[in-house]
């Protein structure tokens, strides 16, 4: 689990940040904010992969171990870098989540379509 959840997360999103610059990518603000968060949740999926499994320094196997005790005590704080991780990925998870929002309305639809649309976008957020 430890391996692979930070670049799990990391890929659903920018999975997400791929296929709004399919559907929005004609618009030059867009694509530079589309951008902007692939970087951010690029970097965000990189660095907290790396901080797992460096958590250890030069012990990784102790993560791994069935006594977790040597882990406590040779292992950086755990509870401090989930929680960073928690919250830095509900900043990037409403950061993808509201991106399209403003450009759904741009589009030439009926009200109700539009509220349908964006609806449809704030469903990942479920």
């Known amino acids: 689990m430890i ?3 930070k670049p799990g997360f990391g890929f659903v999103k920018l999975s997400l940040l791929f296929f709004y610059r399919r559907l929005f990518g004609h618009w030059e ?3 530079r904010w589309n951008n902007g968060l692939i970087w951010i949740v690029s970097l965000w999926t990189v660095a907290f992969f790396v ?3 460096l958590l250890c320094g ?6 791994w171990g069935l006594d977790q005790r040597l882990a406590a005590t040779g292992c950086g704080d755990k509870g401090a870098l989930l929680i960073a991780f928690a919250a830095t990925s509900v900043v990037t998870d409403a950061a993808v989540l509201v991106l399209p929002l403003p450009y759904v309305g741009r589009l030439r639809l ?3 379509k539009k509220v349908a649309a964006c609806g449809v976008f ?3 957020g479920m």
Do not use: N
């Not at 030069?58 to 993560?63: D, G, I, K, T």
């Open 110 to 112: 009926g009200r109700g």
């Open 29 to 31: 603000s867009f694509r």
């Open 3 to 5: 391996v692979i959840e």
């Open 58 to 63: 030069a012990h990784p196997e102790l993560q």
């Open 122 to 124: 704030l469903l990942g």
């Open 51 to 53: 901080a797992d499994l």
